[in-house]
């Protein structure tokens, strides 16, 4: 089976998309841990795990087509954040970007009547819908228990019980 040439930067670019993310989560989950969220530094350090995943489900399709998938360099994320919820807010905006990148290569699929990489990135439709609910619930939150000590703490001991359940689903 062929992809196009589109289709395969296209392809690329995500697994470069998702390595950042991967490596912006592991960035977070450090600023978690060192500011003491514990509970928060589980949830990130999970989800950079959960972005690595995606990029290999990438790079598998890739190579499995014989596209070869180019593993790229990767810019340095930000390591301060000034707190919990503005850390959030760039999650939450982070995956809004990935999910207009995948929505983008769902058209070209469509477009090129690609219909294998059209049902593999269905998966990933359906993941980013979570993702972008996950964040926006936790951000919630904020509002619900408060930006308190109190309240950040109550968020924080959520997160820990997040970071603990499994979230991935079946492929
Ligand atoms: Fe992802
Ligand atoms: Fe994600």
């Known amino acids: 089976m062929k992809i ?12 470069t998309l998702e390595a950042s993310a991967s490596n912006s989560y ?6 978690c841990e060192v500011t003491g969220y514990q509970g928060a530094a589980n949830y990130f350090y999970a989800q950079s795990d959960e972005e690595r995943t995606h990029m290999l489900k990438v790079v598998h399709y890739l190579n499995a087509l014989g596209a070869v998938a180019i593993i790229p ?16 807010k760039t999650a ?10 995948i929505h983008k290569m769902v058209e070209i699929a469509q477009k090129e009547k690609d219909h294998s990489t059209y049902a593999f990135l269905e998966w ?17 939150k904020f509002d619900l228990l408060g930006r308190d000590k109190l309240g950040i703490n109550e968020i924080d001991k959520f997160l820990a019980v997040d970071a603990a359940a499994p979230s991935e689903p079946a492929m």
Do not use: C, H, R
């Open 124 to 140: 990933f439709v359906n993941e980013q819908v979570q993702e972008e609910t996950k964040f926006e619930t936790i951000l919630q």
């Open 92 to 101: 939450l905006k982070n995956e809004q970007i990935v999910t207009a990148a």
């Open 4 to 15: 196009s040439s589109k289709m395969k930067k296209a392809l690329n670019d995500q697994v």
């Open 73 to 88: 360099a990767i810019k340095s994320p930000g390591s301060s954040y000034k707190s919990l919820e503005g850390l959030i």
């Open 26 to 31: 592991l960035a977070m989950a450090s600023w």
